[in-house]
């Protein structure tokens, strides 16, 4: 085994999801939602696998479910993409974040990231032989920081992550933050790796701004989304890749030979489910949103410091004076005692910079919240 891997521990989902399993515990850990995703697009999946959707689709996906991303992001971001050299389908948006790492660092170039981040990105970048350089954004309000990206930034940076709507905080990089990463992209001639997996589930009216959009961006973005965020469906696994024609042949090469394909069943349906109309993604957000209301008034009345969550299925706390000695003991407890498994956030800081954030998801039937807010009371 190689030394970058061999030293990983299991990832953090999968480890509190077992032992949710061993605790009998509520799982608010890992993000998958109850809602079992629209029944049609469920349909549309099994009626294709019926009908003989089983062998290896094109290699840069079904060209109904590139042509349905191109029009998706025209309706709903004003992007335009073409989808024959600008859109390709991966297995979801982790092989796509893989393959971009593979096909844009070459050895040594130094990759600017976020902290809190995905658990899978360090890894990649270090595998890929980029060299990490990572700027921690701070609770509540995770803002980019100019001081920082001058800090960060520098002749041999290739790459910027940005994962926005952000996991975990459930924050959205506000207009100016963007447009400040954008000229630090322009200035240092850097391509930004954008993780927009949760750009549908954006909360009270707020609108998720893609970086690719602003003047200067388009030709040096590659933006993932993924299917099993927008339906609720994550074990799925659809995910797609946007990039101009001349990015796209690097990230091409990378598809072809991590995953060549998707199940083609698969995509049809999110080929179909793509047109779906505007309020559709309206009550989407709002059963969501109400959701969200309903495990942070629970637990806002049980006494805990909850952070604003203004995207993604996910909300945070502030376990700083509850008496444990950091996030992590809190959720130890929590699933061992208590009966909940939740997500230390420092999980997500390489360094555990910050250790007083517990991050619950709150995409669960209401009787699932109740029990979980009923065996949180007292903990506060
Ligand atoms: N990036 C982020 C920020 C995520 O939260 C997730 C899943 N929760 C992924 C990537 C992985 O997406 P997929 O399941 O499509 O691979
Ligand atoms: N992205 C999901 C989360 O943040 C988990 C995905 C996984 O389990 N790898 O909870």
Not at 251 to 278: D, I, R, S
Not at 343 to 364: G, M, T
């Amino acid at each position: 085994i190689n030394p970058v891997f061999d030293a990983l521990p299991t990832t953090v989902f999968e480890t509190m999801s077992r032992l949710a399993r061993v605790h009998g515990a509520i799982n608010l850990g890992q993000g998958f939602p109850d809602d079992p995703g629209p029944e049609d697009v469920r349909e549309r999946g099994a009626r294709a696998l019926r009908d003989g959707w089983n062998q290896y689709p094109p290699m840069m996906g079904l060209p109904a479910l590139r042509e349905a991303v191109a029009a998706h992001y025209a309706r709903h971001q004003g992007l335009v993409l073409d989808p024959e050299t600008e859109v390709m389908v991966t297995s979801g948006a982790t092989e796509a974040l893989a393959g971009a790492l593979l096909a844009l660092i070459e050895p040594g170039d130094e990759v600017v990231l976020f902290a809190p981040m995905y658990d899978a990105y360090l890894p990649l970048v270090r595998r890929a032989g980029g060299v990490p350089r990572i700027v921690a954004l701070q609770p509540p309000a995770f803002r980019l920081d100019e001081a920082a990206l001058a800090e960060a930034f520098g002749a041999r940076t290739r790459v910027v992550v940005l994962n926005n709507p952000l996991n975990p905080s459930a924050t959205l990089f506000a207009p100016e933050d963007l447009d400040l990463l954008a000229r630090y992209c322009q200035r240092f001639d850097v391509t930004a790796l954008c993780d927009e997996v949760w750009e549908h589930v954006v909360f009270d009216g707020a609108r998720h701004r893609p970086l690719m959009a602003l003047p200067g961006m388009r030709e040096r973005t590659v933006k993932i989304g993924s299917a099993g965020k927008i339906f609720s469906l994550t074990g799925w696994k659809v995910g797609f890749v946007m990039a101009d024609a001349r990015l796209m042949r690097g990230l091409a090469k990378a598809h072809q030979f991590l995953t060549f394909t998707t199940p083609p069943n698969l995509q049809e349906a999110v080929a179909y489910g793509l047109g779906k109309p505007a309020p559709w993604f309206e009550a989407m957000r709002a059963g969501y949103a109400r959701s969200r209301d309903r495990l942070a008034d629970g637990l806002r009345g049980l006494g805990f410091t909850v952070l604003p969550a203004r995207a993604t299925w996910f909300l945070n706390l502030d376990v700083a004076n509850l008496g444990y000695a950091d996030d992590a003991a809190f959720c130890e407890a929590l699933v061992t005692r208590h009966g909940v498994a939740a997500i230390p956030v420092s999980a997500f800081y390489p360094d555990a910079a910050v250790r007083n954030i517990v991050r619950l998801c709150f995409a669960k039937d209401d009787a699932t919240l109740d029990a979980a807010l009923d065996r949180m009371s007292g903990l506060a």
